[in-house]
Antibody, heavy 119, light 109 residues
Framework: EVQLVESGGGLVQPGGSLRLSCAAS????????MNWVRQAPGKGLEWVSY????????YYADSVKGRFTISRDNAKNSLYLQMNSLRAEDTAVYYC????????????WGQGTMVTVSS | EIVLTQSPGTLSLSPGERATLSCRAS???????LAWYQQKPGQAPRLLIY???SRATGIPDRFSGSGSGTDFTLTISRLEPEDFAVYYC??????????FGQGTKLEIK
């Protein structure tokens, strides 16, 4: 079964850091581009970051640029999101999502992990 | 940055009726880069349509997508009880960023 499972969410103080992980199974992880998408409570979807299959190409939303770092370990079938200098507005469910490539769309999503930034 | 505006914000219909959801872009979008998702409460989004009109794997044929340029439409031909959810359009732009519309809530009338 094709699956993505996120972990690492939790409660963190403003200014703190957190590292999210996404474990992939059921497909050749190293062949796929990946993304992180977040959803604040009661709000819509917001794309956060993209990484190419090799990890050589990375993009970020302006709202997280300079604070978040996306990475991957193809040997471990894992995707990561290092989040630093966290703010209250980063509070959201964070999803990892597999990219179809061309055409562009996200065909497989994890169940999400909740990040709460609060003192 | 391309902004996607979905309308209506909420659509109230009955099972068996036809639903038409709109997604309008602030600039022209390549049809290859326009997708639609369904999200139910407490669940992750599910890909319905990619490339503006291609159904994703396992999606019933009552779901169809159309449009080009700045105007795109998701149509559900005959609503089933399980179709009541929030729907998002998404685009991929030349700046290598994805953006989502704000969503349309499809509720039971």
């Amino acid at each position: 079964e094709v699956q993505l499972v996120e972990s690492g969410g939790g409660l963190v103080q403003p200014g703190g850091s957190l590292r999210l992980s996404c474990a992939a199974s059921g497909f050749t992880f190293s062949s796929y581009e990946m993304n992180w998408v977040r959803q604040a409570p009661g709000k819509g979807l917001e794309w956060v970051s993209y990484i190419s299959s090799s990890g050589s190409t990375i993009y970020y939303a302006d709202s997280v640029k300079g604070r978040f770092t996306i990475s991957r370990d193809n040997a471990k079938n894992s995707l990561y999101l290092q989040m630093n200098s966290l703010r209250a507005e980063d509070t959201a469910v964070y999803y990892c999502a597999r990219d179809l490539g061309e055409p562009r769309a996200f065909d497989i999503w994890g169940q999400g992990t909740m990040v709460t930034v609060s003192s | 940055e391309i902004v996607l505006t979905q309308s209506p914000g909420t659509l109230s219909l009955s099972p068996g009726e036809r639903a038409t959801l709109s997604c309008r872009a602030s600039q022209s979008v390549s049809s290859s880069y326009l997708a639609w998702y369904q999200q139910k409460p407490g669940q992750a989004p599910r890909l319905l349509i990619y490339g503006a009109s291609s159904r994703a794997t396992g999606i019933p044929d009552r779901f169809s997508g159309s449009g080009s340029g700045t105007d795109f439409t998701l149509t559900i031909s005959r609503l089933e009880p399980e179709d009541f959810a929030v729907y998002y359009c998404q685009q991929y732009g030349s700046s290598h960023m994805y953006t989502f519309g704000q969503g349309t809530k499809l509720e039971i009338k």
